[in-house]
Nanobody, 115 residues
Framework: QVQLVESGGGLVQPGGSLRLSCAAS????????MGWYCQAPGKQREFVAI???????NYADSVKGRFTISRDNAKNTVYLQMNSLKAEDSAVYYC?????????WGQGTQVTVSS
């Protein structure tokens, strides 16, 4: 059974950095796209970033220039380097992976940006 496990969330001051990781496991034949969404309290889940198996990336306008998505295909792991964090970045961050035609989700990791 496919599982995605995130790590790296926490509390950080405005202007600080965090690095999120998400590892996929479960006998995965191949993963095409991997990425991140976030969901703040009272809001819908929003797209953050996506990366293809060929390292083509796309970002939400709100994070361009501050966040960097990367992946290690050998480890089935996707990363999100988050720099210059703002209070409005506070949310639960969920990773996802496309395996075949199906999208799988992680359980989420909390990111709180506060002084």
């Amino acid at each position: 059974q496919v599982q995605l496990v995130e790590s790296g969330g926490g509390l950080v001051q405005p202007g600080g950095s965090l690095r999120l990781s998400c590892a996929a496991s479960g006998g995965i034949p191949s993963i095409t796209f991997m990425g991140w969404y976030c969901q703040a309290p009272g809001k819908q889940r929003e797209f953050v970033a996506i990366i293809s198996s060929g390292d083509i990336t796309n970002y939400a306008d709100s994070v361009k220039g501050r966040f960097t998505i990367s992946r290690d295909n050998a480890k089935n792991t996707v990363y999100l380097q988050m720099n210059s964090l703002k209070a409005e970045d506070s949310a639960v961050y969920y990773c996802y992976a496309y395996i075949g035609a199906r999208r799988y989700w992680g359980q989420g990791t909390q990111v709180t940006v506060s002084s």
